[in-house]
């Protein structure tokens, strides 16, 4: 270990350190994280101050996160750096295109049956979702999981009011695809919404004077056999937030007709609906696994 390090030779000194590292793409990400973070360091000519603030925002955005509010996950959303490595990994495929998995997905949803509502008792616009799921030839993928998750008609995930729902889960839900690779489920028509600001990636986007507003949308997370897993969502087609997404994961390929139905007009399980609703139909193709 040397002594003495200077601005110039630092960089090099604590590089050094990960050669011993038995795990060589551990070494080659330390090495190349070391490098960046030094050369940022010496460009911006970060001051002493500048990296206390940064460390006490590291540590509030560590602070606040949980299972239910993953502010981690929000400010690699915000940076940009979620879509990015999506897009790293997911640059060229037959199918479905992926995008960020967002700070609001949660283990702890229930498993649904097809048909069922998963609105959990929340109110709003129904919305009925008709959904396949198929390899890149076309053909049907029986018993995949289908994890969904959307915020309700004034932009609110259910994380967002556990007072208010008693901590219950809603509109949320793990779905299987049944023989035909089809699953479907009624719910309420999301709307756009923004990230949560009331913490540190809030003072961000507050400073920067951006958006903090997502176009309306609903997630998926899929998963089956032999297949690599998507994570994707479906953008809705009239959205006037589409081309100003706070976290940048509007894709052309995933936005969807959101289709406007009347009162009186027959619903897709059957129900003759006494208000308007909405319908919407998507087919999700996976891509096989490579591992
Ligand atoms: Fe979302």
Redesign the pocket.
């Known amino acids: 270990m040397a002594i003495d390090l200077t601005e110039e030779t630092i960089t090099a000194a604590v590089q050094g350190t990960f050669a011993g590292a038995t795990d060589a793409r551990l070494r080659e990400l330390f090495v190349s994280l070391v490098q960046h973070l030094h050369d940022f360091a010496r460009e911006t000519r970060l001051t002493s101050e500048e990296w206390f603030t940064a460390v006490d925002f590291l540590e509030r955005v560590g602070h606040l996160s949980s299972p239910t509010r993953q502010e981690f996950v929000l400010l690699s959303d915000i940076l940009g750096l979620s879509v990015l490595v999506d897009r790293i990994n997911h640059a060229h495929s037959s199918a479905t295109e992926s995008t960020l998995l967002?700070?609001?997905y949660t283990e702890g949803r229930p498993r649904a049956e097809n048909g069922a509502d998963i609105s959990g008792g929340v109110t709003g616009m129904p919305l009925f979702f008709s959904g396949a799921v198929v390899d890149t030839e076309g053909r049907p993928v029986a018993d995949a999981h289908v994890d969904t998750?959307?915020?309700d008609g004034e932009g609110f995930?259910d994380v967002q009011q556990a007072d208010r729902l008693n901590g219950e889960t809603a509109m949320r839900a793990l779905l299987t695809t049944d023989a035909d690779g089809r699953f479907w489920f009624r719910s309420i028509v999301?709307r756009y919404?923004p990230v949560p600001t009331d913490g540190p990636c809030g003072e961000i986007i507050h400073a920067a004077g951006r958006s903090p507003v997502?176009p309306g949308?609903?997630?998926f997370r899929l998963h089956a056999n032999d297949y690599e897993s998507l994570v994707t969502?479906l953008f809705r087609d009239d959205d006037p937030y589409l081309e100003r997404d706070a976290v940048f994961g509007v894709k052309s390929s995933l936005v969807a007709e959101f289709l406007q139905h009347g009162a009186g007009e027959t619903a897709p399980d059957g129900t003759e609906m006494s208000e308007p609703f909405q319908t919407v139909e998507w087919t999700f193709a996976l891509a096989p696994d490579r591992r």
Do not use: A, L, T
Request: proline share 14%; charged share 5%.
């Open positions: 967002g700070p609001f998750w959307h915020s995930y999301p919404y997502r949308h609903i997630h969502m």
